[in-house]
């Protein structure tokens, strides 16, 4: 077994994967493999019901908000949402916290203006930016709550005048939101919940049908809504996978149980940096993330050499993004803390190594 | 084993299904699931080059189109297709052969002017309209080339004088055909190429980039061609599947070799129906599709009682669309010929029966 520090798409629980193989040679006891039935066999249906039961459980999604399962990932997103909620004369609101939600304004402009209400980019988004009022004329707040890159991490929302639209998909179910704040949230599945190939939605009815365009049924949330992720054929196999990691999550003990094995996890890593004199973080300490923990080395020329030691101990998936650099471990739900505690003994050994 | 004949998401080759479930515990060797690597390791990069490959080899795909592999289905590039080539004060023509025909041309009237210069719509689409004449105005024809509720195939593609769209999502690597022919063909994955979550998109490059309108990034094939279908986190289990079996259609000998075999198993099938005089056929002879075959009874009353008899003998996916009704049996490439003599061999029984 691998300790899979992957960005994503990223470490799944082991008896996910065990149960996901067999349903793709048979389901349920089909004799059918899940991938060559019908989206519309009441199999199929009871686990798009379940995975839809289990996001209102798991996260308390009030009454009054629709759950989705879409295709395609948080990209697709970008642009659905501006599609769906800024008029062609309005105006959202962005910050701009790293590189996603910069990739999220850009496509935000191909439907609206734009204000950048905040941004982190002069310090290569090290930290989150806090500073700032939110315009009440603009049709929505739109906020990433974990930046995946940078090891940045939102801990508190801000108390928002306007919908808040959030990008969740590196912290979604590791802790506990407040889902009546948010207008809309979204996540691609392959970092917290399950494989590339659909995307999470859960948007706040009232919210839709408000902007004069016209929309094109796939990128209107209205037809998803109306009916119930099955307008077109659904990705069945990465819902399912989903679905079984949300009844992981329960059987876990929640989101709430998850958030402390999380906060333990990342407590224990970050507490290892700031004590080995090898190793230096790179965000501002208010913002590290729970999900993503990033560090680089006061001497880069040891990178390699550490590198090396954690492929001998099966640690993989841990070098930094190209624009930050050194190393970053993902520590998502999935990734037992045993995992965690076999890196910093790499650390370590390392630093034993390099005395 | 089931003797899968369902319409989609379709039955898959066992083989593919058996090499798919260990790459969901145990990827290449790698002791990680293939959910949970990274896109861009080296070992997905190469299963995606080995797709495009494979689908160039096998349709013998000339220069100057990109081979993408799209998140989501065929509903999907109904309104992207537009998105792209349509001109806002332009117009398209549409071929309506069918319920799909028909959701493609409401999607196309989102972006501009839409011309339906056929339909069978009148007998409920029995038959392929033919007689036509495609204006040379247009900025495309889009046909559909097999349609799954009525059990109809384009047996011949007309000459068109601008560039011809199709959709190929129930009959993709069925037969050959001339991709010279075509300015682009699209394809959802879930008939006969793999599960559900993918598209295929086959498109000639110099058709792109001459509408005015500005494109999000997601919606954009030109992006998409750019980046090789790495603009966004892939689906990456529905794509490493369609590469599965796209190997498993080389080594049948091709797609000459399966319209080979496909041709046989309608055959057997189409002459059953014509000669048991409980059955009777839906549509126009020279029309009927080689994937989806559809009948019905001349005494409806006894549609349950061979349900029943298909059911005994592990015959599934047979009942037929509600708008047709009576019986589909989908013959996709993977659906071996056995399948289809047990399907026979019940008819005939049931013949015997009900003397």
Known sequence: MKHNFGAGPGILPHEVLKQAAQAVVDFNGMGLSLLEISHRAPEFEAVLDEAVKLVKELLEVPEGYSVLFLQGGASTQFAML??????????????????WANKALKE???????????????SNFTYIPKDYTIPADAAYLHLTSNNTI???QLHEFPKSPIPMACDMSSDIFSRKINVADFGLIYAGAQKNMG??????????????????????????????????????????????????????????????????????????????????????????VEDRSDMNVCFVMENPELEKAFLKLCDDKDIVGIKGHRSVGGFRASIYNALPITSVHTLIDAMQEFQEKNK
């Open 195 to 284: 494989p590339a190939g659909t995307t999470l939605v859960i948007v706040k009815d009232e919210i839709l049908g408000k902007v004069d365009r016209k929309i094109p049924s796939m990128f209107n949330y209205k037809v998803h809504a109306e009916n119930g992720s099955m307008y077109n054929t659904p990705p069945v196999f990465a819902i399912y996978v989903s679905m079984l990691t949300l009844r992981w999550v329960k059987s876990k003990g929640g989101v709430a149980a998850l958030a402390q094995e999380n906060k333990a996890k990342s407590r224990a890593l970050y507490t290892e940096i700031d004590r080995n004199p090898l190793f230096k973080p790179v965000c501002a």
């Open 82 to 99: 501006p599609y769906n909620l800024l008029p062609a004369d309005g105006k959202a609101a962005y910050v701009e916290s790293g590189v």
């Open 108 to 122: 935000a402009k191909f439907f609206g203006e734009v204000e950048v209400i905040a941004t982190s980019k002069d």
């Open 150 to 152: 940078y090891g940045t």
